[in-house]
T-cell receptor, first 115, second 113 residues
Framework: AQSVTQLDSQVPVFEEAPVELRCNYS??????LFWYVQYPNQGLQLLLK??????LVESINGFEAEFNKSQTSFHLRKPSVHISDTAEYFC?????????????FGKGTLLTVNP | DAMVIQNPRYQVTQFGKPVTLSCSQT?????MYWYQQKSSQAPKLLFH???????NEADTPDNFQSRRPNTSFCFLDIRSPGLGDAAMYLC????????????FGDGTRLSIL
């Protein structure tokens, strides 16, 4: 079984400041890793994913995350945030192979960007 | 261009009155999922279909059932809603069990009076 820990439940930052949302996972097998974003009263949207290959993955809106196998982490970063980035962010994992249909989510981090 | 569509977006029902939430998809994905998400919590998987093969999570209450009449549609039936069932219900799809990610709809927010 796998688990996901998002260390910060809330992260307030000022506009144009950098931000890091932390995610650590635990699993006995290899995993796929995801970040989802949820805006108020909406569903989850995939922000970025790590399946294999380069450990640094990027999204189209300036977020990036780096898979660190030794530290079992997949932290999300953005060098300069906008007001519109205010949302809940969920880190999730699924096991490679087998019955990996199931996503295990962290509890989420609420990012609030203030002017 | 919505690919996973949930109706209605907001649903109000009375305590104990059966309610059905619907989900449709235009992605032709063979896996469909239902999640329950309570305020400030992560989504919790209730069950999923792989084609017509139904898979229930061990801790999903018997009060929750699902139907998938065809590839495009999936329904969540709550037979006797209690106050604790008030939540956002999210539908998601994926192309294959072993291929992620999941694509989510915008959810149905269920309120119980």
């Amino acid at each position: 079984a796998q688990s996901v820990t998002q260390l910060d439940s809330q992260v307030p930052v000022f506009e144009e400041a950098p931000v890091e949302l932390r995610c650590n996972y635990s699993s006995s097998v290899s995993v796929y890793l995801f970040w989802y974003v949820q805006y108020p009263n909406q569903g989850l949207q995939l922000l970025l994913k790590y399946l294999s290959g380069s450990t640094l993955v990027e999204s189209i809106n300036g977020f990036e995350a780096e898979f660190n196998k030794s530290q079992t982490s997949f932290h999300l970063r953005k060098p300069s945030v906008h007001i519109s980035d205010t949302a809940e962010y969920f880190c999730a994992v699924s096991e490679v192979g087998g019955s990996n249909y199931k996503l295990t989510f962290g509890k989420g981090t609420l990012l609030t960007v203030n002017p | 261009d919505a690919m996973v569509i949930q109706n209605p977006r907001y649903q109000v029902t009375q305590f104990g009155k059966p309610v059905t939430l619907s989900c449709s998809q235009t992605l032709n994905h063979n896996v469909m999922y239902w999640y329950q998400q309570k305020s400030s919590q992560a989504p919790k998987l209730l069950f999923h279909y792989y084609d017509k093969d139904f898979n229930n999570e061990a801790d999903t209450p018997d009060n929750f059932q699902s139907r998938r009449p065809n590839t495009s549609f999936c329904f969540l039936d709550i037979r006797s809603p209690g106050l604790g069932d008030a939540a956002m219900y999210l539908c998601a799809t994926s192309g294959d069990r072993n291929v992620q990610p999941q694509h989510f709809g915008d959810g149905t927010r269920l309120s119980i009076l």
